[in-house]
Nanobody, 124 residues
Framework: VQLVESGGGSVQAGGSLTLSCEAS????????MGWFRRAPGEEREGVAT????????DYADSVEGRFTISHDNAKNMLYLDMNSLKPDDTAMYYC???????????????????WGQGTQVTVS
C-alpha cells in the first residue's frame, strides 16, 4: 500500500495549485480519504475529507470555499484543488486514508491507516 503526493510548489498569494495523490495497493475511492497539512511549528491539521464514493466532502473552515477535494476513480487518484491561496496556506501537505468510513469518527478519533510522504506548498 502506498500513497504518493505531487503537485506542490511555490506560488504567489491569490494563485492556484492542484495537489495529486496516487494510491496503489488499495482502491482509494472505497476509503475515507483526506488531505492534511502541517506548517512549521504547528500541529498537523485536517484540511479536506471525502467519503468513500465521494458523496460527502468536508472542509476546514480556513479553506472552505477555496479548496476542493475529489477522486478520479479510473486513475485511483485523489486531488486537492487549491484556489485563492494565502501565505497561511504554506505547509507540507499529506494525503491519507482509512478503511473505517468517514462516519466512524473524526480523524483524531479514528486515525488514518495510510499516509503519503507529503508535498510542500509555499505561498508568498
Amino acid at each position: 500500500v502506498q500513497l504518493v503526493e505531487s503537485g506542490g510548489g511555490s506560488v504567489q498569494a491569490g494563485g492556484s495549485l492542484t495537489l495529486s495523490c496516487e494510491a496503489s495497493g488499495f482502491t482509494s475511492s472505497s476509503y475515507c480519504m483526506g488531505w492534511f497539512r502541517r506548517a512549521p511549528g504547528e500541529e498537523r491539521e485536517g484540511v479536506a475529507t471525502i467519503s468513500a464514493g465521494g458523496l460527502i466532502t468536508d472542509y476546514a473552515d480556513s479553506v472552505e470555499g477555496r479548496f476542493t477535494i475529489s477522486h478520479d476513480n479510473a486513475k485511483n487518484m485523489l486531488y486537492l484543488d487549491m484556489n485563492s491561496l494565502k501565505p497561511d496556506d504554506t505547509a507540507m501537505y499529506y494525503c491519507a486514508g482509512r478503511m473505517a468510513d468517514c462516519y466512524s469518527g473524526s480523524w483524531r478519533e479514528v486515525p488514518p491507516d495510510y499516509w503519503g510522504q507529503g508535498t510542500q506548498v509555499t505561498v508568498s
